[in-house]
């Protein structure tokens, strides 16, 4: 089950919403604090409103106060023996069978309609083991065996990032430039390294292919690095320069955790 639910933060219901809270915490004063914060005017154009229901995105605490709102919903899949994986409002639950998928959806259904909540009509399905499901930027898949790659999103989203750093027309020097790449890369492989081995060296390759269509640039060739280029400039040759490589560091990492 890919639960999604619709305007999550925009419709918790401030009256329930402190009812939880009172229930965990006793102090009028930051109760009081609390309610403050959830009362505070917006703008809405010229003119300013007060809300009377949701949490600020955003804000500060509105993460948390969208975990005990949920908080009722975890303790009751648990109580009915199923296994529900959940980050603030992103969450799946993890069935054998699609009639046990149907009884979560049901049960979900009805408490969120209790707690004034709505599904989200179209992003929340029920996903088979070829299908897989997103979850937390990664997707997940099931077929011999299990599978976890970055989003399509995320993956463009960090193509992105380097194409604009990796310019043919860039006239820094190519250490700089192969450290502002570093950047993206180790950030980005620190939340993607529990992908699939295979994920890595096709990224790796793309990027080299980046630094060495500017080398070919630097040498009046034209168009992207290829054929020769690659003799030219030898993988080891990056290596050497300080690129980071995706590859090894999974590798490494995957040998680390054998030990």
Same mark, same amino acid.
């Given at each position: $089950?890919?639960?999604?639910?619709?305007?999550?933060?925009? $419709?918790?219901?401030?009256?329930?919403?402190?009812?939880?809270?009172?229930?965990?915490?006793?102090?009028?004063?930051?109760?009081?604090?609390? *309610? $403050? @914060?959830?009362?505070?005017?917006? $703008?809405?154009?010229?003119?300013?409103?007060?809300?009377?229901?949701?949490?600020?995105?955003?804000?500060?605490?509105?993460?948390? %106060?969208?975990?005990?709102?949920?908080?009722?919903?975890?303790?009751?899949?648990?109580?009915?023996? =199923?296994?529900?994986?959940?980050?603030?409002?992103? /969450?799946?639950?993890?069935?054998?069978?699609?009639?046990?998928?149907?009884?979560?959806?049901? %049960?979900?259904?009805?408490?969120?309609?209790?707690?004034?909540?709505?599904?989200?009509?179209?992003? !929340?399905?029920?996903?088979?083991? +070829?299908?897989? =499901?997103? @979850?937390?930027?990664?997707?997940?898949?099931?077929?011999? #065996?299990?599978?976890? =790659?970055?989003? +399509?999103?995320?993956?463009?989203?960090?193509?992105?990032? &380097?194409?604009? *750093?990796?310019?043919?027309?860039?006239?820094?020097? %190519?250490?700089? &430039?192969?450290?502002?790449?570093?950047? !993206?890369?180790?950030?980005? @492989?620190?939340?993607?390294?529990?992908?699939?081995?295979?994920? /890595?060296?096709? &990224?790796?390759?793309?990027?080299?292919?980046?630094? #060495?269509?500017?080398?070919?640039?630097?040498? *009046?060739?034209?168009?992207?690095?290829?054929?020769?280029?690659?003799?030219?400039?030898?993988?080891? /040759? =990056?290596?050497?320069?300080?690129? /980071?490589?995706?590859?090894?560091?999974?590798? +490494?990492?995957?040998?680390?955790? #054998?030990?």
């Amino acid at each position: $089950m890919d639960i999604d639910l619709k305007s999550y933060f925009d $419709m918790i219901p401030h009256d329930r919403l402190l009812a939880w809270v009172g229930q965990k915490i006793s102090d009028g004063r930051i109760l009081g604090l609390i *309610k $403050m @914060f959830l009362e505070q005017a917006v $703008m809405e154009g010229l003119s300013t409103c007060t809300p009377e229901e949701g949490t600020p995105q955003g804000a500060i605490i509105s993460p948390l %106060l969208a975990n005990i709102y949920l908080d009722p919903l975890d303790h009751l899949m648990a109580e009915k023996g =199923f296994q529900m994986v959940r980050y603030a409002d992103d /969450f799946v639950i993890l069935c054998r069978t699609r009639e046990e998928a149907e009884q979560a959806l049901a %049960l979900v259904r009805k408490w969120t309609e209790e707690a004034s909540l709505q599904l989200h009509p179209t992003k !929340t399905r029920i996903a088979t083991h +070829e299908e897989g =499901f997103d @979850f937390r930027e990664y997707h997940f898949r099931l077929g011999k #065996r299990a599978y976890r =790659f970055p989003r +399509e999103k995320s993956l463009k989203k960090v193509y992105d990032t &380097i194409r604009a *750093k990796t310019r043919r027309t860039d006239g820094r020097p %190519l250490t700089e &430039i192969i450290a502002d790449v570093n950047r !993206t890369l180790r950030g980005w @492989f620190e939340y993607y390294k529990h992908s699939t081995k295979t994920v /890595f060296p096709k &990224i790796d390759q793309w990027v080299r292919m980046r630094l #060495r269509s500017i080398l070919r640039k630097c040498r *009046k060739g034209k168009g992207r690095g290829r054929g020769r280029d690659h003799h030219r400039w030898l993988n080891a /040759f =990056f290596g050497a320069h300080g690129l /980071f490589d995706l590859t090894t560091a999974h590798s +490494e990492l995957w040998q680390s955790s #054998r030990r």
